[in-house]
């Protein structure tokens, strides 16, 4: 691709205290990101957070009801999207079904009336980086899923715009085409540098594919940072269940602290060293947080879980336990065969385990 004009603006995304009602009920609630130029940012979370709501806004396709969004040095609250230098890929690639791929992806340069040599120079250099230029002349329907999210790309590539917006291109692909196109559109990103946001409920995409990821939850930012930041030090309960695959274990708990240290009491009297760094108030109850492939088997001591399932994966072993009534589960990369009710008993690492306030939610860090 071209690199862009040495004239144009920066194309860094700002969003400034973004709301959004549809009647009287209120969907985003004050939101603010600032994306730099060229990055590469994921907004995840649950159906109904309001992830596609804000897309939608920075796009143009829906109307901003307080703040205000500017894409480089332009505030484009009151911009219609074709002047806002954005280009769309869609969920259900919005391709149409009478055009070739070549019109397709020229579409958008022929409205705008550039010359056939441009459009036929773009159409080509776009369909090259995609893997297209033996399917120029089929139409949507002779295509599979994935040819046709490569169109919708290649549709979007051909604009050069300074954003591009993704909204849950992948989520109509079966699971193996979804890992491949992944590692495609990351690609995309790494030779196009343009700035790009991208919205998934899926947290393995958002884990993979940014470098910025934003966590949404009922219109709100819950936490926003590198993928390994969001892992490694989640805000609170919410993201720390919700960053990893497979989540966090949570297990209700008393904090008890002596002179000799803290310590997280578990329900049925176990005693466990508490991370170095947790805070929080001798008596509080609290929840104690640890990720599956961070516990360890002991003989003895830790915590003790009956089994509910194995699932053998080759690479590693995922088991299903219960502990006290609470839902448990375990990685590791040794293979293992415990019989379904027998006791396993596990050891967090209590370097990477986190401690989080049980009214709410927020991690206790001293």
């Known amino acids: ?24 009920t209120p969907i985003l609630h004050g939101v603010d990101i600032d994306i730099p130029d060229g990055s590469f940012t994921v907004l995840v979370g649950p159906s109904g957070c309001g992830k596609s709501t804000l897309l939608r806004m920075i796009a143009g396709l829906e109307q901003i009801s307080g703040g205000e969004i500017r894409i480089g040095n332009t505030r484009v609250n009151d911009l219609p999207p074709k002047q806002r230098d954005i280009a769309m890929v869609f969920q259900n690639y919005a391709l ?10 020229a579409f958008s340069l022929a409205l705008a009336k550039q010359d056939k040599a441009t459009i036929d120079s773009k159409v080509g250099r776009a369909a090259g980086i995609l893997a297209l230029g033996a399917l120029l002349d089929r139409y949507p329907r002779q295509l599979s899923g994935g040819q046709r999210q490569r169109v919708a790309m290649g549709r979007a590539i051909v604009r050069d715009p300074q954003v591009f917006l993704f909204d849950e291109p992948l989520s109509n692909l079966d699971a193996k085409l979804r890992v491949a196109m992944r590692s495609e559109i990351k690609e995309l990103h790494q030779r196009l ?29 819950e936490q926003a940072g590198s993928p390994l930041e969001l892992y490694d030090h989640p805000a ?18 008393t904090l008890r ?8 009491e578990l329900q049925d009297g176990t005693r466990l060293d508490a991370p170095h760094n947790a805070g929080g108030q001798d008596g509080q109850p609290v929840v104690f947080g640890t990720r599956p492939e961070h516990l360890s088997l002991a003989s003895s001591g830790g915590i003790a879980a009956q089994v509910v399932v194995m699932e053998p994966t080759g690479m590693d072993t995922f088991v299903a336990c219960r502990h006290e009534g609470v839902d448990l589960s375990a990685v590791f990369r040794e293979r293992h065969n415990f019989a379904p009710g027998s006791t396993v008993h596990l050891l967090p690492d209590l370097q990477r385990a986190h401690v989080f306030d049980a009214g709410s939610g927020q991690r206790l860090l001293a």
């Open 1 to 24: 691709m071209q690199s862009k004009n040495p004239g144009t603006f920066m194309a860094s995304v700002s969003i400034q205290a973004v709301k959004k009602n549809f009647g009287e």
């Open 96 to 105: 149409y079904p009478h055009m070739t791929v070549r019109e397709n992806m």
């Open 193 to 221: 540098k343009t700035t790009s946001i991208y919205v998934t409920h899926d947290q393995i995409e958002a884990m993979t594919m940014g470098d910025k990821i934003v966590v949404m939850r009922d219109g709100r930012i």
């Open 236 to 253: 609170n309960q919410f993201v720390a269940g919700f960053i990893g695959s497979p989540s966090m274990n949570f297990l209700p708990a």
């Open 257 to 264: 602290r002596s002179a000799a240290g803290a310590q997280v």
